[in-house]
């Protein structure tokens, strides 16, 4: 596919590390063969990125500035122009570790949305022991939603999760509930698992009740349909519990030196453990239901974390994940 | 205090492990000298309990039962006798680690609302390493919400944290949201922070602004105020991610040979974070804004579990809790 050949469009001076960081990190895809360009000042200031071309940026939208009135008024930043080179057909998809709201609105209002979606959401992987991933949707963009759009949440994450990790049946897709019974939950999510259970979602998505959240990481569904009020906060709760797991186990193993010398042994396999859940290798979340491909890495993205975002941006384009995210919606209106 | 001598009715036939756990537990409790009857089946089937004091009743309101009708139909059940005895001065507290939604409905309608509460709500300690903890509530007692409840949850959340962990100042209270600018979260986080930045929580409460999933188990506040749904949502994915780390500590543990006498070294450590950590010794979550005080232990309560929260709901009661919360609540009307 066209899109395929295209490079991805990497902003380069959003994320905590931005630019180095972000540099380092285009240059490690470029040398694995990925098509990637870089956003920002073309003046020299990204230092020598060698063979890495730039398309030109004047300005920066903070991380912490107003989404909105940085898309706004900073029409030459690099997130903006790194939307608009989607748009244009220049580039296969963007990719950014800045502002997540800020990006959200320079796909929203320089891509467009696809036609149907009421809004669009953030699709973000929970990475689940043993290798697989539980898709959660929405992330973060909407923090009061209607039952419609969790209803296009679902389709949408089940046309993501199938797009990024395949799999030959339909995607099991269940609501994130206070409980497994239908009279568990709120109003948003009674009623939008009536929707469901009635078959709005299409057959795009199997559709398996509530789940709880204690099985975000039990693998026990493919995709876990929130509003992004909720989701944002389960999931910055589960960042905070592996944090503090990490302290607490850093604090043991290195409390004496016989601890020291015993945590040797058990090192390797607890850092084959910890890479399967880094979220620096699951790629980043992507923004579902906008007219182009845009993933959004963690803030502060290593540039491990930036090659491995190219890498999904550049394969769901070239798999066509924005006319399936189209036609999951399309095929229910 | 005249409840300071009256004993905590303990509901024998609450919980996954009842009553055999729950009779263990009271009878562990009892040797502590803390004062404590069982209400459940006087018939001999609780076996030998010793010098413990029964209070009859013959029905059981099963875990996964709807709570309303258990409550309705069921009057000689165990919970509901548990709540008789407390409303009738009989018992200090109410303790059970049965069906929570049964347990608040008992206490709910047997002792009624503290005046002018709008809504009880359930306040539940999470851990913080270091050995302080982090109260949330609502933990799950209402899934939609109104701010002027949120800011009734957070007087009454203040005057449970003072009352259980004392200090002297004047507790940290936090609303749960996505972000910590003023901007950010959902319409009933933003309508609540305002309310609370206006001083609606009274002098019992110090508002210091939003925090998000990740600060939970940081003990950076006292009190973190939220909705039933996303409180609920967010305890259990701490439970699973917790789990999940359990899981694969173990593994890495138990991979060689080697690795199982390296462990040997690490476990005194190890089994010392995750006794702070464990959820059995917080005492149990308390449903406030009920005229008396009811404990509510977890579904899988130890006889330990139910020493702690034996000893939490009779040193509450002790320490005038109820009238506490009353004052909270009162003052801002």
Redesign the interface.
Known sequence: MALGRLPVALDAMGGDRAPLEIVAGALDAAAEGLPVVLVGPADGSLGDVAALEIWPATEVIGMEE?PGKGVRTKKDSSLVRAAESVRDGRASAMVSAGNTGAAMASALLRMGRLPGVSRPCIATPLPV?GGSHTVMVDA?AN??CQPEWLVQFAQMGGAFYSARYGGSGTPRVAL???GEES?????L?KETRERLESGAGGSAVDFVGNV???????GRVDVVV?????G??????????????M???G???S?SE??K??????LP??LE?AEA?DPESTGGAMLLGVAGVCVISHGSSSRKAIVNAVRVGHDLAARGIVEMLAAAVRSER
Request: aromatic share 4%.
């Open positions: 107003d022991p973060g923090a009061d994130l509930s206070i009279s568990k939950g709120n109003q999510v709880e959240g204690r099985d975000l990481l039990t929130t509003d992004g009020f909720t944002n906060v389960a999931l910055k709760a589960l960042e905070g519990a592996l944090k503090m797991f302290h607490i186990l604090g043991v193993m409390a016989e601890a010398a015993a945590s040797e042994v058990l396999g607890l453990a859940l």
